[in-house]
Structures are given as C-alpha cells and as structure tokens.
C-alpha cells in the first residue's frame, strides 16, 4: 500500500456524474511513472487510466475481500518489506565497503599508502622540506646567498673596499660636487677674471663712488676673508667642514668595521633571520615549528587509522549478521513463498512499465475446478498492439521439479488461466543442472532468476519482452505485418542466445584472473547485441500496434 498525500477539491460540471479531482502526488514510484509521460493530455490520460484500473480493481476487492485474505496479505506485505529492506541493505553494505576498502584499507587502501608515502624516511615530505628548507644545497640557503651572499649584488654594492660599491660613489658624487662648487665660487670672486661678480663690483663702485674705494677695500678684504680657506673660522671653512662631517657620517653607517653601522646592523639581523628559519625548520629540535607540524600530522593519521579500523570492523559484524538471516531464511520453510512475493514485486513494476495489468492469483482458483496452477498474471494494456492478451507466470524454488515437470505445468497454467503464453521461472539454486537461463518452448518460456542478483532481472526482462512479441505476433494475421513477425522471430532467437552468453560470463568470472579478456570482450559484444536486439525488437512491435490502430 503506498503513502499519498491527496488534496480534493470537487464540484461539479455540466455534465452529471462528472468529479473534478487536484492530487498532490507524493509516492516517488508513482511520480516518476507519471514523469514518463509529457505533461498535459498525455499525463492525465495515463493517470486516468491507472485511477480506473485502481477503483476497478479496489470495487472488485471489496466483494471478494475476507479476513483470512487480509492476514494473508498483511503477512505478504511485510515479508516482502522485510525482503526488500534486507536486499537494499545488502547492496547498500556492499558497495560501502567496497568504496571505503578502496580507500581506507590499512593494507591495500589508497589513502594509507598516499599518506605512508608522504611521511615515511625519504618519502615525498621528507625530500621537499630537505630540497627547499636543508641548511646546505637547499633552495632557501641558494636564494639566500645568492642575494645576500659575498657574492651576492647587494654585498659587493655595500662592501667600503669595492670601487663601484655605494660609499665609493657618493664619496666621488660629493668630491665632484664640492670641487664644481669650489671652482665656481672662486671664479665668481677673483679679481683675475674681469668678467666675476667681484670684479664688476669693484668696477661700478669705483666709477660711482670713488670717494669709499678705501671703505670699499676694507669691505672686500673682509669678504675675501670670509670666503678664504686660510682662515679656520670663515663660512667658507665652515662649509667645507661641514661636507666633511656628513662625508664622514655616511662613511661610518657603511662601514664593516663599525659596530653600530647601519650596514653592520643589516648583517647581523640577516644572520638573526637565518638562523631562526633553520631553528624553526629543521626535524632535529623538537620545539621547532616543522616537528610541532609533524607530531600534529601523525595524531591526525592516527585517529584517522583507528577511525577506519572500527568503522570496519562494524561493517564485518553488520555484514555477517545480514549473511546469518539470509543463510536462516533460506533454510525456512517460507524460502518459496518468498521467493514469488519478490517474484511479484518484480512483476508489478514491469507491468506498469509497459502500462499492462499484473495480478496475483496463486491464492485463487481458475478455470480448471479446484486447480490453482499459475501464480501471476500480466494482462497486456490497451495502449498496446494486443490489448487483453495474457501472459502467465508461475515460480518454483523447489529442487523436485525438472524441465518436463515445469512444461507440463506451464501448459497446464496457460489452461487455468485462460492465458495465451506462460513462462516459469525456476529459483537459481533450484534449477535442474544443465538447463539454460533462457529457453523457449513453442508459447512457453522458461527461466532461472535469483533475487539476490540486480543482473539476473534481464532474464524476467527479457522474457516479458518476448512474451509481448509473441502475444502480439497471434493477434496479427495480415500480410503488411508478416515481415514485422519475422524480424520479432530472429530478435527473439537472438536474445535467448545472449543471455546464454551471460552463464559463460559467470563461469568466466569464477576464474576471472585467467579468463578477463574474454569477460571484457564478451560483455562489449553482448551489450551491443542486446541493445541493438531490443530496438529492432520495440520498433517491430510499434509498428504491429500502428497496423492493429489502423485495422
């Protein structure tokens, strides 16, 4: 029974008798069916239609429905809920370990190698840090002498011996400036160069003022003085003295020799610097900053391993406890029923694949008196090209039976239920030896399923798919459609001999070492195959249900 939130708003139209329903659809199967269908008039068709066949089918179970029915179906329900659970589970466990075995295995997981290697002696951390961080030959120590070296640009510019170092050059900036200067103040008051500043001095006032050429002698003289480098207190010596001092000054600050130099100070914090960067990298200090890294890493690996060691030990215990119930379930004596009530479940979502009717009817009797023989039956849906034609399924997963006890009893369920092909379908474990997954035998087909294998439900598949073919294939007797029977004839016959393939595949995979190749080889053929079979085989059918549209 499935969950349906409904939202109903009813009123009634111009013609009587007719409901307006707006459902609130929240069943994801349910949902995902109406999405195969376009939105608008495709979609409410088919959900007309599902919402009829389901009234029509809840106004028939009202009448027929008794209490020991109800037991009985509450009983199905949840063995098949239970069986449903226990395979998802299985599955969902499987895949799990698998992907965190891939990972987290201690002895063939991709992380513990991928950290193993990155932290072992010599691993990949090791020889970066000693490439890049190593006292000597290290990338760091190379780009460190290389720029601050002695023979690094930096130190040949600030040595005070080097000719083209920075205190060599301003020395010679500032003697050429001073000497410029010198040379121009003294051109500027000799009395040799008619054109100076003196001499047109001295010229304008003697032709002005002869009467103060004694003044002005006495004034000049003092001038004189004040430019003369005899005299330790005139400006001019005060000048020089000056350039001197600052001369000086910058010579001390780029001097190796002086203690508080600024060049001195540069050197002895680059040493401080470096000494520190090998204090602080370096594995053989415990209170360095790379073995604090380190220590923090392997903690956190640690965890990570012990983590990853409990978590699979949960799974094994999880994993054989799942194994124990299987294991007890098969040896129970409702193995067979629960191998039809997942047959069923199988069926049913086949059947609303392809639109048709399922129904059970191994509890009820049919057209032979007392006879219940035939325990599904899928009634092919209106919307296909043999609308009403019917397919009955019966399941077995009992060892006793034999191929011409499972004909003989197919036939015998075709009767019962007025059904025009039967197939039955054998349990894997309780199939006769020899016999093939897939067969055909005139409007019989039989099978072998195993619903623990996902893959063995090509075979139920593939049946129905025939089934169909074949139904459809006796309802059309015209000419136009004699070479669409024929092409769904060969497609018929080429699909029961790939999934005959699938038996090799399996006995290939228990030596899968030796025989990998043809695995590979065989699955791509046979994919191939199989994929072009099956849409010559629905295009066949299409163009059957366009000739009966047509009739």
Not at 429 to 457: H, K, M
Request: net charge negative; aromatic share 4%.
């Amino acid at each position: 029974m499935h969950t349906a939130s409904l939202a109903i708003e009813q009123s009634l139209l111009s013609q009587p008798g007719t409901v307006m329903l707006r459902l609130e659809v929240l069943d994801p199967e349910v949902a995902i069916e109406l999405r195969k269908h376009s939105e608008g008039e495709p979609r409410e068709r088919f959900a007309l239609g599902a919402l009829r066949l389901g009234v029509l089918a809840l106004r028939q179970a009202v009448g027929e429905m008794d209490a020991a029915a109800v037991r009985e179906a509450g009983r199905g329900l949840i063995g098949d809920l239970a069986d449903l659970l226990s395979r998802r589970g299985t599955e969902l466990t499987a895949g799990i370990t698998g992907a965190l075995r891939q990972y987290f295995d201690p002895s063939s997981g991709a992380l513990p190698q991928r950290i193993e290697a990155l932290l072992r002696h010599d691993g990949e951390l090791d020889r970066a840090l000693r490439e890049h961080l190593a006292p000597e030959n290290s990338t760091i120590a190379t780009t460190l002498a290389t720029h601050l070296g002695e023979r690094s640009p930096l130190f040949k510019l600030l040595s005070p011996t080097d000719a083209n170092g920075v205190k060599a050059q301003i020395a010679g900036l500032l003697q050429s400036a001073l000497g410029e200067q010198e040379e121009q103040i003294l051109r500027e008051f000799s009395l040799d160069n008619d054109n100076s500043t003196l001499s047109r001095l001295i010229r304008e006032l003697a032709t002005n003022n002869g009467e103060l050429k004694n003044d002005l002698q006495s004034q000049v003289a003092c001038l004189v003085d004040e430019f003369s480098l005899d005299k330790p207190d005139s400006a001019l010596s005060r000048l020089v003295g000056r350039v001197e001092a600052a001369q000086k000054a910058i010579a001390d600050q780029f001097s190796s020799d002086n203690e508080q130099s600024a060049i001195t100070r540069l050197s002895r914090m680059l040493d401080d610097t470096r000494r520190q960067i090998d204090k602080n990298l370096t594995l053989d200090d415990d209170a360095s900053a790379l073995a604090r890294l380190k220590r923090e890493l392997q903690a956190a690996i640690d965890k990570l391993v012990k983590c990853n060691t409990d978590f699979q030990s949960e799974v094994r215990t999880t994993l054989a406890t799942i194994d124990a119930r299987r294991q007890e379930a098969a040896k129970s004596t409702r193995h067979g029923h629960t191998f039809e009530s997942q047959l069923r479940i199988v069926l049913a979502a086949e059947a609303q694949r392809f639109n048709d009717l399922h129904e059970a009817t191994g509890s009820t009797t049919g057209a032979i008196r007392n006879c219940k023989t035939g325990d599904f039956v899928t009634e092919l849906g209106p919307d296909s090209a043999a609308p009403g034609a019917r397919i009955v399924w019966e399941a077995k997963d009992d060892k006793s039976y034999d191929l011409k006890q499972a004909l003989s009893e197919a036939e015998e369920a075709r009767k019962n239920r007025l059904a025009q092909l039967a197939i039955f379908v054998f349990s894997r474990g309780s199939a006769p030896e020899g016999l093939q997954p897939f067969a055909r035998y005139g409007n019989d087909l039989v099978i072998t399923w195993d619903p623990d294998d996902p893959a063995s439900d090509l075979f139920i598949k593939a049946a129905l798919s025939v089934a169909r073919a074949l139904a459809i294939r006796e309802n059309h007797d015209s000419v136009e459609t004699e070479k669409a029977v024929s092409a769904v004839e060969i497609s018929t016959r080429t699909i029961e001999k790939q999934l005959d393939h699938l038996e090799q595949i399996k006995t290939w995979a228990e030596t899968v070492k030796s025989n990998g190749d043809k695995i590979a080889d065989r699955a791509g053929r046979m994919r191939t195959d199989l994929t072009k079979e099956i849409e010559s085989l629905d295009r066949h059918v299409r163009a059957l249900k366009t000739d009966a549209a047509q009739a």
